[in-house]
Nanobody
């Protein structure tokens, strides 16, 4: 079992910056991918950015060039540096991790979410 705990959300003005942090605990040895998703009311949770092997990252087109995902494997942490924030980035941001094989894929773990609100 893996537990994820996010921090760093809040209210920021458009064009501002925020940094989200997430620490994993428990069976962290099974984690091979960590990252961030976000969700707004009435919509499905969608990819923001994930990082697997060193150098392997995947970003949503809407955040490329503005957001940067990074990991500190020694501390079991993942970060999301968000710059040039826009009102449309307002959402609940969830830390995610992929762990041990499950069925045809991998088991996914989620944090409780942290609210990011960008004012215009």
């Amino acid at each position: 079992q893996v537990h994820l705990l996010e921090s760093g959300g809040g209210l920021v003005e458009a064009a501002g910056s925020l940094r989200l942090s997430c620490v994993a605990s428990g069976s962290t040895g099974v984690i091979h991918l960590m990252g961030w998703y976000r969700q707004t009311p009435g919509n499905e949770r969608g990819l923001v950015a994930v990082m697997g092997s060193p150098g392997m990252t995947n970003y949503a087109d809407s955040v490329k060039g503005r957001f940067t995902v990074s990991r500190d494997r020694a501390k079991n942490m993942v970060y999301l540096q968000m710059n040039s924030l826009k009102p449309e980035d307002t959402a609940v941001y969830y830390c995610s991790a992929e762990g041990e094989p499950s069925g045809l894929g991998y088991r996914s773990y989620w944090g409780q979410g942290t609210q990011v609100t960008v004012s215009s």
